[in-house]
């Protein structure tokens, strides 16, 4: 399924080479597709393949009461297909919405010359779930792998009003900007990671955050450059949590 192009204002295209996303939840009177993965649209730059389109998955039976969401953001080189299994089935087991963009580029935007197409295109496939989807506007997470876990931890700190956790797996920086918000942090590493190896990589981040005031939960593990099991079903046991008042 391909959404429709929409026309965005001047005003909102700045705000995307901030990372300022616009999309909000707003709760319809009921969920609007039925269970199953669907494609909403193409990254720019790349062919038709369906490793380069965006993906929402519903899971089957979910009630009709508000859903919680995971944007969940791929490694450099990576794609939706390839990240959906990480979280996929706990979203079919524990009904939650997970949407899975793709980069239009080898890897996110911000790592390749700073904001634009990909909050973007993240902004559009945002208003075609909340569109269609009652959303739990209290109980929405960014999370990512590698590269998608830095994406994930600069992206949700600019965005913390809208997102109330972000959960960073093996990341390599999360970058400055205008935070807005405090989210949980969730951050996880293997201390025998040889692609971002954790002393300058998440120990550093994990200082950073402390001493600016966030939560953060961090979980280092022996291993490398992976995401065990166990700290995914963590996550979501946070994800699932009903929502304290928002700060």
């Not at 902004?123 to 209290?138: K, P």
């Not at 022996?222 to 946070?238: I, K, R, S, W, Y």
């Not at 699932?240 to 008042?245: E, S, V």
Request: glycine share 10%; proline share 9%.
């Amino acid at each position: 399924m391909t959404n429709s192009s929409t026309q965005f204002p001047p005003s909102e295209r700045c705000g995307w080479r901030s990372g300022v996303l616009s999309a909000r939840a707003a709760v319809p009177g009921h969920n609007l597709l039925p269970a199953g993965l669907y494609r909403i649209g193409r990254a720019e730059g790349t062919d038709a393949a369906a490793d380069h389109h965006h993906a929402l998955y519903v899971p089957p039976g979910a009630a009709r009461e508000p859903l919680p969401l995971v944007v969940l953001f791929h490694g450099a080189g990576g794609s939706a297909p390839q990240i959906l299994p990480l979280f996929q089935p706990a979203a079919e087991q524990r009904k939650f919405l997970l949407l899975a963009p793709k980069s239009a580029s080898v890897t996110w935007d911000l790592l390749s010359g700073g904001y634009g197409p990909d909050v973007e295109a993240l902004d559009r496939c945002l208003r075609f779930v909340l569109e269609r989807f009652a959303v739990d506007g209290g109980r929405m997470a960014m999370a990512g792998f590698s590269d998608g876990a830095s994406y994930a931890l600069s992206l949700g700190l600019i965005n913390g009003q809208l997102f109330r956790q972000v959960f960073a797996f093996s990341p390599g920086f999360a970058a400055a900007g205008r935070r807005q918000g405090k989210p949980l942090v969730l951050i996880s590493h293997g201390t025998q990671d040889t692609v971002l190896p954790i002393a300058p990589c998440s120990r550093r981040i994990v200082s950073s955050l402390q001493q600016a005031g966030y939560e953060v939960r961090y979980t280092e593990f022996v291993g490398g450059h992976q995401v065990p099991p166990e700290l995914v079903a963590g996550a979501v046991d946070l994800l699932l949590q009903p929502a304290p008042a928002r700060r």
